[in-house]
């Protein structure tokens, strides 16, 4: 075994690794950039080392800066977690001839499968079937519009070298295809550097499931399948395992191509293999097919962990070190049933726009594993990915398994930013999900009930009231101040507070009165105990009792907050400025393009709400904003 590894890595991953790092008596070097410098696996890590800004270019994306760490701290491996550095071939090459061990598969397995137009074309050769379409190297958009019609609609235009769900597209007719193709190039070229474009017939009612393998170079075994259909933009929400509504039939079907797929490329360490299954007529052994393989730990691996009693993490360092492959496929079996959910710093009705903000409360459930790369106290920054945590879990059954998520989403408390808990916690509670009919289509059919705010229920109304008035704590100091008056309190409706006594006041909401009384357990209303906890920061009381109730309180005094703004364009999430399109002077319609913004996984388009001049410019292509900076502004309108 390494006596000391480096983590090339942030974040949950980073952390995670320690984790299983520290329990194999094996030291840990951290690298951090500079907006990282307090982050959580710093202060984990048995040392850590600075590489650079905070922009991945600047820092986790420096192989050379990283390399050099590792040789300063005398760490003999480096794990790369996931994302950054590690499905690149060259990163691996180099730290290679550094002397160095990679921990994960070789360079040119990572190449092998790095385009996915020639790993399709290599699977097809090793028996592993593949999704019917066109592969080819001709990329002339007649040529591909012909291979579209006889693939038959609907079909995938899918970027190459695409990851993240980015440069794909849906066809569902001819009329459409050449639109659909010019943009799916342009967005691969931007996000890829390389516009090469696949064809896929679009698979009805798709499934994604997946199979985690783990080879020695040689050999490979695999761990069963998760399923993660449950989808947002082709981007992963929840995962489980194992699959609902698996078969013996397919899953050992499934198991063998993925351990084909894996051993055709002399594949060494964690990796997996994804599949697209036709769901339509529920899961049989010809309906799935080869999609890509990740050449790396999967950000979902933990519900793998769970069902298997697996340390992925363990048997990466032990494989990576130099033994044998821990275990053989049939010392492998399942035990019960696992979800992973992914909370996000996202703000859902604004459209899953990425958020950010300073963690001034966070607590995870008691009953979950939580994988986190932050503590309490910590920022979600807009450098990085927001992801807040992954919360985990495993419970016997199926149902089991889903209440026992809805349980630790209820029981999650996040103050500070907004998150996307209440849409997982929809989701957790969605019928068609809790009976195992899942697609990759659910979210986005039932995306207004998942999102749709429900009232917050009237006992957190009436607490969040006291809270208002600063009577959560009990008002014993302030009892004589406030009784025995009626007092109406600010609040996001009509609101008046009597106080009764010391810990027991009337609360007047939503037309009725509410005795709340305070007990050592907590807050009691109408006679009902509430467990509720409470935030209070920068205007917004947070009550947490079954899921976090938000409310904005407003300040009477505060008029600049409706000020009109029409003359600038804000920066409606935090990201890097992508283009400009613009300069002072410049002439434009309402709706005219005036930049792009990205952040993780996203781009977004801000259009001058109005005709006028741009009188300045205050953001440049490349430089990093945060939520609501002002990018352009325009010339005051003149009155007519
Ligand atoms: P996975 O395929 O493991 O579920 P995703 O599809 O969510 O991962 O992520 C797409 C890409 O973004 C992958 O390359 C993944 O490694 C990377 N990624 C995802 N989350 C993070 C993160 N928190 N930090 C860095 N990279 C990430
Ligand atoms: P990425 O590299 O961006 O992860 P994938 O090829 O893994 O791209 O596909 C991402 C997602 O797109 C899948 O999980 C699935 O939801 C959907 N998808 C991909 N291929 C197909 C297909 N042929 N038919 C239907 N859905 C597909
Ligand atoms: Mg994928």
Avoid at 98 to 118: E, H, N, Q, T
Avoid at 129 to 149: K, W
């Amino acid at each position: 075994m390494f006596r000391k590894i480096l983590i090339a890595n942030r974040g949950e991953i980073a952390c995670r690794v320690i984790d299983s790092a520290r329990r194999l008596g094996v030291a840990t070097v951290a690298v951090y950039s500079e907006a990282d410098a307090g982050a959580r696996h710093v202060a984990l890590a048995d040392e850590a080392v600075a590489i650079g800004g905070p922009a991945p270019k600047d820092s986790y994306l420096r192989g050379d800066a990283i390399i050099a760490a590792a040789l300063a701290t005398g760490a003999e491996a480096i794990h790369p977690g996931y994302g950054f550095l590690s499905e690149n071939p060259g990163f691996v090459d180099a730290v290679e001839a550094a002397g160095l061990v990679f921990i994960g598969p070789s360079a040119d397995a990572i190449r092998a499968m790095g385009l996915k137009d020639a790993a399709k074309a290599l699977m097809d050769k090793a028996g592993v079937p593949v999704v019917p379409g066109y592969h080819g190297a001709n990329q002339d958009p007649e040529h591909l519009a012909g291979a579209a019609e006889q693939i038959g609609y609907p079909v995938l235009i899918k970027a190459v070298a695409g990851g993240g769900g980015k440069g794909m597209r849906l066809v569902e007719r001819a009329g459409d295809f050449t639109a659909a193709l010019a943009s799916a190039q342009g967005e691969a070229q931007t996000a890829f550097g390389n516009p090469a474009v696949l064809i896929e017939k679009y698979v009805e009612k798709p499934r994604h499931i997946e199979v985690q393998v783990f080879g020695d170079g040689t050999h490979a075994v695999h761990l069963f399948e998760r399923d993660c259909s449950l989808q947002r933009r082709h981007q992963k929400v929840i995962e489980e395992a194992p699959a609902p509504g698996m078969t013996p039939e397919m899953r050992e079907a499934m198991g063998m191509a993925a351990v084909r797929a894996a051993e055709a490329i002399g594949y060494k360490g964690a990796g997996t293999v994804e599949f697209i299954v036709d769901g339509s007529d529920g899961l049989r052994p010809d309906r799935f097919w080869f999609m890509e393989m990740n050449t790396r730990l999967q950000v979902e691996h933990p519900v793998t962990e769970a069902i298997t009693g697996v340390d992925l993490v363990e048997w990466q360092l032990r494989v990576a070190s130099g033994e044998a492959l821990p275990a053989q496929q049939d010392d492998l079996t399942i035990r019960g049933h696992s979800f992973e959910a992914r909370l996000y710093a996202e703000d859902v009705p604004a459209g899953f726009l990425p958020a950010t903000g300073r963690l001034e409360h966070l607590v995870f459930s008691e009953s979950c594993r939580a994988d986190t790369g932050v503590r309490p106290g910590d920022t979600i920054s807009p450098w990085y990915d927001p992801m807040i945590a992954k919360v985990i879990v495993h419970g016997p059954t199926r149902a089991a398994a889903l209440a026992q998520l809805a349980r630790a989403l209820d029981d999650t408390q996040v103050a500070g930013t907004v998150t996307n808990l209440a849409f997982l916690a929809a989701l957790a509670r969605h019928k068609g999900f809790a009976a195992g009919d899942v697609d990759t289509g659910l979210i986005a059919r039932d995306l207004d009930a998942l999102t749709a705010q429900a009232a917050p229920p009237l006992a957190a109304r009436a607490l969040a009231v006291i809270a208002a008035a600063g009577l959560e704590d009990g008002a014993g100091a302030g009892f004589a101040l406030w009784a025995p008056l009626r007092r109406p309190v600010a609040f996001t409706e009509e609101a008046a507070i009597r106080v009764l006594g010391p810990g027991h006041v009337s609360v007047e909401v939503g037309g009725g009165a509410h005795e709340c009384i305070l007990r050592p357990d907590g807050w009691w209303v109408d006679g009902a105990k509430t467990g509720a906890r409470f935030h209070k920061a920068g205007g917004v009381v947070t009550v947490f009792m079954c899921g976090a109730h938000r409310f904005d309180i407003p300040d009477p005094l505060d008029r600049a907050a409706h000020q009109e703004a029409s003359d600038l364009t804000l920066a409606p999430m935090p990201g890097q400025v992508k283009a400009v399109f613009v300069r002072p002077g410049d002439m434009v319609e309402a709706g005219a393009r005036l930049a792009i913004l990205e952040a993780m996984k996203m781009e977004h388009t801000m259009l001058a709400a109005r005709a006028g001049r741009v009188a300045e410019v205050l953001v440049e292509a490349g430089g990093q904003v945060e939520a609501g900076a002002a990018l352009i502004r325009l010339e005051e309108e003149e009155a007519a």
